[in-house]
């Protein structure tokens, strides 16, 4: 193998291995995103179902019994 050969093949290995560094890099990123995405998620359910309960809870106080029911 010639020098221009080896120069370049030398090259392109140097260039794969930044591309694997940053595959690696950007596969964490989302990695730490799908884990905060559920995370959020999850908080978002417990937030939207203690609404609908306090809600419900607003609704019933305001709503009097009629005098019948009493």
């Known amino acids: ?9 030398e090259k392109l290995e140097s260039h794969l291995a930044h591309l694997e560094h940053l ?17 959020l998620q999850t908080q ?4 939207s179902a203690t609404l609908e309960t306090i809600e419900l809870e607003r609704v ?9 029911y009493q």
């Open 23 to 39: 595959v690696d890099q950007l596969n964490q990123v989302v990695t730490d995103q799908s884990r905060q995405f559920a995370r």
């Open 44 to 47: 978002q359910q417990r937030l």
């Open 1 to 9: 193998m010639d020098n221009e050969t080896a120069a370049r093949l």
């Open 60 to 68: 019933k106080a305001t709503n009097s019994k009629p005098p019948h």
